[in-house]
């Protein structure tokens, strides 16, 4: 990948690794705050002979009342309803494409491209956990898809330390999964065969942890593994049946 999208692609991710994930995050802070950080972040996509990506990026973020960007993802709140919090998005999805350069299995490939989507976002919190659902459509034109997330997450404090744990279910639809993993007529050879994609559910395991050097400087870790629906992993640009990322990172609110 060109350096400049490798950048882009870690702060796409450390957003969430950094405790700046929007919807997981606190809908209810006070208004007005920003952080800045420095992180770094290691991923494998699925694609065969693809390799590690490892980039060191900063980190910014920045919160009011009514709107919160964070990386890759601008947000307008919605007035919220005792636990439950609502809110309109726009999200550029840095991690999702490829170049032919990437690896050899997509040599001779058109290049997907990141799409930008949009949608809505809702939050509740409860005792036991905090529930969150994402919607959203490609509005760039690129895949002209749908997604939908759905993520429980529980926080637990011991001290300086805190711990998240996460389940999360990934729906792509036809589209999606045909765009960024599809074999078109034209793409395919004796080696790469032609292949439609179908809607796809991919399920991802996480944990967050974080240790609060003062009330304003944290680190931060974050671990990951999706397991990627059969849609994905049937077709051959894939050799991989999972997607496991790590991220590390310091981040300094004001």
Not at 21 to 34: G, K, M, Y
């Amino acid at each position: 990948m060109l350096p400049l999208r490798s950048a882009l692609l870690a702060a796409a991710a450390l957003a969430g690794a950094l405790g700046l994930n929007p919807v997981a995050r606190a809908q209810f802070t006070e208004p007005s705050t920003w952080g800045v950080g420095l992180g770094v972040s290691v991923k494998r996509q699925a694609y065969t002979g693809i390799g590690n990506s490892t980039t060191v990026i900063p980190v910014l973020s920045y919160e009011t009342r009514w709107v919160r960007f964070a990386g890759p993802v601008l947000d307008l709140k919605l007035p919220t309803s005792g636990q439950l919090a609502l809110g309109l998005r726009v999200r550029y999805a840095f991690e999702d494409g490829y170049e032919q350069g990437d690896a050899p299995v997509l040599a001779g490939m058109a290049e997907r491209k990141a799409g930008l989507w949009l949608g809505a976002t809702a939050l509740w919190r409860s005792d036991i956990a905090d529930l969150s659902a994402e919607w959203l459509a490609d509005a760039s034109g690129q895949s002209d898809g749908r997604r939908l997330r759905l993520m429980a997450e529980r926080s637990f404090r011991q001290g300086a330390f805190q711990l998240v744990p996460r389940l999360a279910l990934h729906w792509h639809d036809r589209k999606s999964v045909d765009y960024y993993y599809g074999v078109r007529a034209g793409e395919a050879t004796l080696g790469r065969a032609r292949y439609e994609g179908r809607s796809a559910i991919n399920t991802e395991l996480g944990l967050r942890t974080s240790y609060a050097i003062t009330a304003s400087q944290g680190l931060y870790l974050d671990l990951s593994a999706t397991h990627l629906g059969s849609a994905i992993q049937d077709s051959p640009l894939v050799d991989r049946s999972a997607e496991r990322a790590v991220r590390l990172g310091y981040l300094y609110r004001f």
